[in-house]
Nanobody, 123 residues
Framework: QVQLVESGGGLVQAGGSLRLSCAAS????????MGWFRQAPGKEREFVAA????????TYADSVKGRFTISRDNGKNTVYLQLNSLKPEDTAVYYC????????????????WGRGTLVTVSS
């Protein structure tokens, strides 16, 4: 069992940065790949980034590649998403999730979800 709690969202101006954190409970954290998704008003939930259980493999959506960085610290049971060069279109609720797979991008592959943290980017 894994429970996830996101934090770090807020209101920033375009071009600014934020670091999101996702704290995981339990001793099974190292067994899961971790992903970040987001859902903007009027849109479906979309994949943002994922990281393997070891932290050595990552993948990103084209819309954020080069601007966002996913990382994890298994000793702290925490996964991070560094958001740089933020754009108004990045405004969304950001969710972290845990998957019993290698490096999935499909929401259906994820077994556990946090409740999200809101990121708002002003123009």
């Amino acid at each position: 069992q894994v429970q996830l709690v996101e934090s770090g969202g807020g209101l920033v101006q375009a071009g600014g940065s934020l670091r999101l954190s996702c704290a995981a409970s339990g001793r099974t954290f190292r067994s899961y790949a971790m992903g970040w998704f987001r859902q903007a008003p009027g849109k479906e939930r979309e994949f943002v980034a994922a990281i393997s259980w070891s932290g050595r493999s990552t993948t990103y959506a084209d819309s954020v590649k080069g601007r966002f960085t996913i990382s994890r610290d298994n000793g702290k049971n925490t996964v991070y998403l560094q958001l740089n060069s933020l754009k108004p279109e990045d405004t969304a609720v950001y969710y972290c999730a845990a998957a019993d797979d290698i490096l999935p991008i499909a929401p259906s592959a994820y077994d556990y979800w946090g409740r999200g943290t809101l990121v708002t980017v002003s123009s």
